[in-house]
């Protein structure tokens, strides 16, 4: 998976024997990264961030596979020690060994828009004094408890608008020691059943930019596609559906 650590030196670090490369007691965190339309096949963490601050995870396809080391630590996306991270937005994560999306010790200011299906244990689970301002239309499917999960004095602004279908446990557990504000989520079934692309062929110019886009049924389906060019020396195309043209000639997309 992709994996953005940084480190929390309780004291300083050791020294070579010359006394060089010594690092002081002190947060080194990384900053700032967007982690973007990736498509990742792991047994294991599909994106951890260990003390991270201020970073993006948006539209990443997770596909993760069953982990025979030890299966209650492997999530989709892991946040933990201390990170920050905003948002966490339009991911599909599938087949998590534990969580969908775990966040511990750490702060996460939306949680919006994910795609989250057969997770062994929760779909999203806050803990150990953790914080999200906006959990909200996510479409969990399929996991082997809770779909969300507050617990361990972890706090949730807003919960809602989240579709939560064939759980073990449909509900979301909010633990005592923990607040939540719960709003409407639906027990829905988003599943797509059909699509199209309602056009068949289009121009560009060399340099011009083109915008794919779907038909969706049912329209809010929780859907994810992958586009491909037969000849990226005449047209590219992004995650996103986005077709630029190179070079006169013909594709297909």
């Given amino acids: 998976?992709?994996?953005?650590?940084?480190?929390?030196?309780?004291?300083?670090?050791?020294?070579?024997?010359?006394?060089s490369g010594g690092l002081p007691k002190g947060e080194y965190y990384l900053e700032g990264i967007t982690v973007r339309n990736n498509f990742i096949s792991v047994k294991g963490h599909g994106i951890r961030a260990k003390n991270v601050r201020n970073a993006s995870f948006t539209d990443n396809v997770m596909n993760c596979g069953e982990n025979d080391l030890?299966?209650?630590?492997?999530?989709?996306?892991?946040?933990?020690?201390?990170?920050?991270?905003?948002?966490?937005?339009?991911?599909?994560?599938?087949?998590?060994?534990?969580?969908?999306?775990?966040?511990?010790?750490?702060?996460?200011?939306?949680?919006?828009?994910?795609?989250?299906?057969?997770?062994?244990?929760?779909?999203?689970?806050?803990?150990?004094?953790s914080y999200s301002a906006d959990i909200s239309d996510n479409y969990i499917k399929s996991s082997g408890s809770n779909s969300i999960s507050i617990q361990s004095t972890s706090q949730a602004d807003y919960i809602?608008?989240?579709?939560?279908?064939?759980?073990?446990?449909?509900?979301?557990?909010?633990?005592?020691n923990s607040k939540a504000k719960v709003d409407k989520n639906s027990e829905k079934n988003l599943?797509?059943?059909?699509?199209?692309?309602?056009?068949?062929?289009?121009?560009?110019?060399?340099?011009?930019?083109?915008?794919?886009?779907?038909?969706?049924?049912?329209s809010n389906s929780k859907a994810k596609f992958n586009w491909v060019s037969s000849n990226n020396s005449v047209a590219r195309v992004d995650r996103l559906g986005d077709i630029v043209g190179i070079s006169p000639g013909k594709a297909t997309i």
């Fill in 1 to 19: 998976g992709i994996s953005l650590v940084g480190a929390r030196l309780e004291k300083e670090y050791s020294k070579n024997s010359d006394d």
């Fill in 70 to 129: 030890n299966k209650s630590i492997y999530q989709g996306i892991k946040v933990y020690d201390n990170s920050k991270i905003n948002p966490i937005d339009g991911n599909n994560i599938y087949g998590s060994d534990n969580i969908g999306i775990d966040v511990e010790d750490a702060k996460v200011s939306n949680i919006r828009n994910n795609s989250i299906e057969k997770s062994g244990k929760y779909g999203i689970c806050l803990w150990d004094n």
């Fill in 160 to 176: 809602g608008g989240n579709y939560l279908y064939q759980n073990k446990k449909n509900k979301i557990d909010v633990w005592k």
């Fill in 191 to 218: 599943d797509l059943t059909e699509f199209s692309l309602g056009y068949g062929f289009t121009d560009l110019a060399v340099g011009e930019t083109f915008k794919l886009t779907t038909a969706l049924t049912p």
